[in-house]
């Protein structure tokens, strides 16, 4: 069973830094995209930034030039750098990655989620 897990959400101050990391677990063959998405209270979850299994990376056009996607294939890891954040980030974001496996073949899983908050 693949299991994506997040890690490094929290409290920060406006203007701070966070960096979230999305490892990926169980029998797989390999990790075709990865992303990170986000949901605020009361909002649709939406997409914040991608990045291909060659590396090629897309972001929302409301974090470009604060965030950073990178992804590490031998750890079955991504990353998500968030700097100069505000109060707008705050949301629980979510890892998504489109895995081949044995048992199910390509198919897309989510994180648990992880909470991001900024005080203003």
């Known amino acids: 069973q693949v299991q994506l897990v997040e890690s490094g959400g929290g409290l920060v101050q406006a203007g701070g830094s966070l960096r979230l990391s999305c490892a990926a677990s169980g029998n797989m063959f390999s990790i075709d995209g990865m992303g990170w998405y986000r949901q605020a209270p009361g909002k649709q979850r939406e997409m914040v930034a991608t990045i291909t299994s060659g590396g090629c990376t897309k972001y929302a056009d409301s974090v470009k030039g604060r965030f950073s996607v990178s992804r590490d294939n031998a750890k079955k890891t991504a990353y998500l750098q968030m700097n100069s954040l505000n109060s707008e980030d705050t949301a629980v974001y979510y890892c998504?990655?489109?895995?081949?496996?044995?048992?199910?073949?390509?198919?897309?899983?989510w994180g648990q989620g992880t909470q991001v908050t900024v005080s203003s």
């Open positions: 998504n990655a489109v895995v081949s496996s044995p048992s199910t073949g390509w198919r897309e899983y």
